[in-house]
């Protein structure tokens, strides 16, 4: 009977605190990215562990590269970084969150990675490590250098009419949240623009500054720039051109049909005058052909009476 206690006792032992053992510390990264060399990038970085949440006093986060867990880029100890990521790395995310990101900023060409994370437990007390070390080598980062940054896309927002509020959007797509592309337009003051910034995939963001403004006849066939000045120094612009779309008054009415009445009327009158002086002429004429016949014809009745 003692025994089939015992057994139970295990078999409930056993079901309570499997799931606990069967969790396993994880992490989890955005495994390629794009970076500007020159520039900056931001590397999304997360982790798990079972059981009650940690503070971020007991915990160290430690980048390295690839399975190589001397060749340390960050590190809270800046002595164990490698000299080529010294003053170059950051730990943007809060270990006690759970957000291990990481900001790698004047990328090199020879950046590439793999970038691999590893958590180390501390005591309270010392803040001495300890024994429980975790390396994410299965969940590394790498990233593709880009020599220059993408150009800004612009957007219009229809049809340009004179007089009406009108925005135009430029957005550029980037990897450095931390450091947003400055723009700047070739018109308009900082009032005139919004400044928005999003993301777009994981680890890709995308700001956007819209300018909105009121077009005048003057604008028309007018060219406007946006730039974009990534953090680095380089600098990327596009270009568009704005046609306004005139917005017609009583006078553009008024001065063509007042014209084309005048040159009617001037017309008129002077086909009007014409035409009398041909009708005098003509009756002029017709007197004339019409006393000489009478004459004719007098003399042809004298010229019968004196043959008799």
Partial sequence: MEKVR???????????????????????VVKSLEAVVGSCVVLPCSFNYPGTLLPTSRLRGIW???????KIVYSEDNTKVLDSFKGRTNML??????????????VKDHDNGPFCF???????????????KYSFVDECAELKMQRDPPEPELFQSNTAVQGKPYAITCSVR???????????????????????????????????????FIPEEKDDHTQITCTAAFNG???????????????????HIIIPVAVA???????????IAVMKKYKNRIAELQSREGSMFNRLSRMSRRFHSSGQ
């Fill in 261 to 271: 009445i005048g040159t009617a009327v001037i017309f008129g009158v002077i086909c």
């Fill in 174 to 212: 980037h990897t450095c949240p931390s450091h947003v592309p400055v723009f700047t337009w070739s018109r308009g003051s900082k009032d005139d623009v919004i400044h928005i910034q999003k993301p777009v995939l994981s680890g890709i963001w995308e700001t956007q500054s819209i300018m909105v």
């Fill in 6 to 28: 015992r057994l139970i006792f295990i078999l409930l032992l056993v079901g309570i605190c499997s799931p606990a053992l069967g969790e396993k510390w994880t992490a989890s």
């Fill in 233 to 251: 120094g380089k600098v990327k612009s596009r270009s568009i051109q704005l046609n306004v779309k005139r917005i017609g008054n009583i006078y």
């Fill in 93 to 106: 995310g809060k270990l006690g969150d759970k957000n291990c990101t990481l900001e790698i900023t004047d």
């Fill in 118 to 132: 590893r958590i180390e437990l501390v005591k309270t007390h010392d803040n001495k490590e300890t024994t429980e």
């Fill in 64 to 70: 390295h590269l690839s399975k190589e867990d001397t």
